[in-house]
């Protein structure tokens, strides 16, 4: 089955916003509010940010935010700190009990 | 609060059998409205979901793995298992266990990994 499609790479200044896109099909991000996001640093495991498309959990600060429009997702830092240069993964429920996730963003915060 | 932490060989040999166990604390494994899921990720690349099992024995599996996977779970432990059959180098990977949030389909809880090397 075919990943997400992210940008290899993001990158912005402290301070500044960016927006990480996540492509998929009208059979995943297209087809369900199910879309999530994860934030891992080097060598820690991945941690939960955005679920269901826009919803931050407890403890997530409000700098994330999360949209889509179609089939793509998208993931939107403001505000940018030095702690969110992490790789950044979409994944999405596909029907048929399946989920799929992105590729990764690496995010500099320059 | 919910821990999980997986344990097993961190070595495996190609086309043996590669065991996992995801043992979770500070909860019950029986929960409603959870599954329990295992995510790899090889050196250097993204995530890629396994499968999820609910408490009840249900189980799902990525379909691109499903011919040489089983998770199984053990209530009375606290506890899930993954089994991946005929490895290989490509199976090399961090291996997670998460606790997955049934209907609304995103993983709240991670275990911190454990690398599998496939080799030799």
């Known amino acids: 089955q075919s990943a997400l499609t992210q940008p290899p790479s993001a990158s912005g200044s402290l301070g500044q916003s960016v927006t990480i896109s996540c492509t998929g099909t009208s059979s995943d991000i297209g087809a369900y509010n199910y879309v999530s996001w994860y934030q891992q640093h080097p060598g820690k495991a991945p941690k939960l940010i955005i679920s269901e498309v826009t919803k931050r959990p407890s403890g997530v600060p409000d700098r994330f935010s999360g949209s889509r429009s179609g089939n793509t997702a998208s993931l939107t830092v403001s505000g940018l700190q030095a702690e969110d240069e992490a790789d950044y993964y979409c994944?999405?429920?596909?029907?048929?009990?399946?989920?799929?996730f992105g590729g990764g963003t690496k995010l500099t915060v320059l | 609060q919910l821990q999980l932490q997986e344990s097993g060989p961190g070595l495996v040999k190609p086309s043996e059998t590669l065991s996992l166990t995801c043992t979770v604390s500070g909860g019950s494994i029986s929960s409603n409205n959870y599954y329990w899921g295992w995510i790899r990720q090889p050196p250097g690349k993204g995530l890629e979901w396994i499968g999820s099992?609910?408490?009840?024995?249900?189980?799902y599996y990525n379909p691109s793995l499903k011919s040489r996977v089983i998770i199984s779970i053990d209530t009375s432990k606290n506890q899930f298992s993954l089994e991946v059959s005929s490895v290989t180098a490509a199976d090399t990977a961090v291996y997670y266990c998460?606790?997955?949030?049934?209907?609304?389909?995103?993983?709240?809880?991670w275990g911190k990994g454990t690398t599998v090397i496939v080799s030799s």
């Open positions: 994944a999405s429920f596909a029907g048929n009990n399946n989920f799929r």
């Open positions: 099992i609910y408490y009840s024995g249900t189980t």
């Open positions: 998460a606790r997955e949030r049934d209907y609304q389909y995103y993983m709240d809880v």
